[in-house]
C-alpha cells in the first residue's frame, strides 16, 4: 500500500491548498430550504444511534426493530427485527398517500422517444413483473441479474426482486459479455433479464446478443427475459429465453409485497478492488433504505415539486441509490436519459434541463470537463432557470470545473454540492448541506449528520488539519454488509488497516482547519476512470491473457477529462507481432475482455518492468515515468537501467 501523497500530483495539491474561495448558500436558496441551521449535526452528534432511529421512520415498517444497531466490528445490522419491503416503500405508500397520479420517471429515449410513468404506473407494472419472476421460479433470496439499458424497464425490474425478496445484481450495459459473466457466476444469478439492446450515441448496445456469449459459460442461469427496446436483431432460445412484453401481458395484477427482514439482502453491486477479481459489495435493506432516503432530502434540499435529474447510469451504485431508491422513497418526479450528452448534438442535457424544467441536476466531473472543453456557447441556447442545485460525484472535482459549473450552468444562482461517497457507502457521506454550508470549490466539505469520518495517518493516529488517509469511524446505516461469498475479503480490505472498528475508504484526504474535507483520489491500486473504478490489476490480468504479452503493469495517470487514465507497461514476448500493431490489438483485447471504460489510454512497450529486489513491480515510478516526472528515490531498485530505458523510450513517444 503506497502512501496518499504518492498518487498526488504537486500540481493538485497545490492547487488545492491555494484554493481559498468561499461560496456561501444564495440568500434566495437558502430563505427557502429546509435545513438552514446546525441543529441536525448538532441532534446527530447527541446521539447517533437515536438519530438515525429518527430517520429510520421516514420509512414503512411492517414490523418495528428492536434495536438500532448492533456493533460487533467488522459486523454491523441496522434495524434488527424490524420488517419492511423496499417497493412497498418505494411505491404502494405513495398510491395510498395522493401521489398516485404524479410523475415518477420522466424517460427519454436517445433517439427522443418519451415516456412518463406515473408512480401508479411503475407501482402496477412493478406488481406485474413481480408475478412475472415467481412465474419463472424467482424465489426470496435468489439472484437476478440484470443487463439493461437506462429504460423504465430497468426500474421496473430491480422493484420487482425487491418487492418478492429477490436480489437483484445489475451489470452495467457497457461492461463486455465476460465480465458480465464473472458477475453471473459468482453471484449464482438464475435469471437474467436483458434488453435485444440500446442506444449509444446513434449505435446500438446489442445488449442480447452480448448476453447470449456470456451464457455460454453461466451454468446457473435458468431463464432469460429480454425487454423490447427496438427492431434490434437477435436469436432466441427456445424454453429459456421469453419476451417482457408477452410474460406482461398474462401477469396478474397485484403482487404481495414479502415482508423482508431489515438485514436481509437488498441488491449485490460490483465494483473494482485492487485484486483481478470485482468485488460483490452486498447491501442490505432497512439501513441502506433510511440512508438513501435522508441523504436524498438533506442534500439534494428535495420538494414535493421538484424535477430531478441523475445523470448516472443505473449499472453504478449511484444510479442505484440516487436514480432508483433514493428519489422514489421521497416520492419524486425525475427524468432519466438513455444516451449520450453529446447525441445529436453537445447540448442534449440542457435541452433536456430545458424541456422537463429540471430543478435539481446531478452528474460527475468528468461530464463537466467535457462540457468545459466543448464550451459555454453549448449552454447558452436553452433556458437553464429551472434549476436551483447542482451536484456533483464519482471524483475529486478541481476547483476551475467546479468554478465552470457554477457559472455557466448554474448561472451564479445555483449552490453546488459536492458529495464523496462509494459503492460501499450506499449513501453520500461527505458533502454540504446547501441552505446552510459555504461551499469551498473541490472540497466535498464536511462529513454529513450522523456520519464520522477522519483523516488517519498510517498508524491510525487522527490529523486534524493536514493530509492521510480518509477512514470512517463510526457505523452508518447504509454501510456495505460484506462482500459476496467473500467475508476474509471483506475484513481484510476494510477493517484491517488499523483497528476492526475504522474503515478504510481507500482515498487520500486532506483536513483543513476548519473541518472540511479535500478529496485527493485513491491511495490503493485503483484508478478512476470518468468517475468509474477500475483496478489496475483487471487490466494487467486482461493484458497478460494474451498470447503475445509476457508481463503487464498498469497505472493511473492524470487525464484532463477524465481525471485518470490507464497507461500500461507491456512486455511482449518473443516472436510476437510488431509493437506499433500489438498497440491496437492490445487495447481492443481489454476492451473485449472488460469494456470500453478500461481500455488503455496508451501502452508503453518494454523489455523488463522496474521491480524491487523482492521482486514488487514499482508502480510509483511508473507513474511517475508515464506523467513525465523527474524519477524518485531509486535505490530500491534490482536493476536501474530498465528505468532509464522506460524513461528514454517514455520520451521519445
Ligand atoms: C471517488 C461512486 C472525490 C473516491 C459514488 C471513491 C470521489 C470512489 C467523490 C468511489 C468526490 C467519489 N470527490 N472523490 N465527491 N465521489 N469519489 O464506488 O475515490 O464508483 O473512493 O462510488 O470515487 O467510487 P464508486
Redesign the pocket.
Known sequence: MSAPEEKTTDAVVAALLEENRVIPPPDHFRAQARLRDESLYAEAARDPEAFWAQQAQRLTWFKPWDKVLEWNPPEAKWFTGGRLNASYNCLDRHIKSGLRNKAALIWEGEPGDTRTLTYWDLYRDVNKFANVLKSLGVKKGDRVALYMPMIPELVIAMLACARIGAIHTVVFGGFSPESLQDRINDAQAKLLVTADGGFRKGSILPLKHDADYALSKCPSIEKVIIVKRDEFPLRVREGRDHWYHRLMQDAAPWCEPEPMDAEDVLYILY?SGTTGKPKGIVHTTGGYLTGVAATTEWVFDLKADDVFWCTADIG???GHSYVVYGPLLNGATQVMYEGSPDWPDKDRFWRLVDKYGVSIFYTAPTAIRTFMKWGPEWTQGSDLSSLRLLG??????NPEAWMWYYKYVGRERCPVV???????TGMIM?APLPGLTPAKPGS?TRPLPGVSAAVLDDQGGEIPVGGGYLALTRPWPAMLRGIWGDPERYRTQYWSKWREDLYF???GAKRDEEGYYW?L??VDD?I?IS???IGTMEVESALVDHESVAEAACVGISDPVKGEAIAAFVTLKDGSLPQERMDEFLKRHVEAKIGAIARPGKIIFTGDLPKTRSGKIMRRLLRDIAEGRLLGDITTLADDSVITNLKKKYEEE
Open positions: 465494483t453504478w451504485v449511484t456533483t460525484v464519482g471524483e475529486p472535482i459536492d458529495t464523496w461517497w462509494q459503492t460501499e461527505i466535498a475508504t481507500g482515498d478529496l483520489g485513491r485503483v478512476n468517475g468509474h473504478r
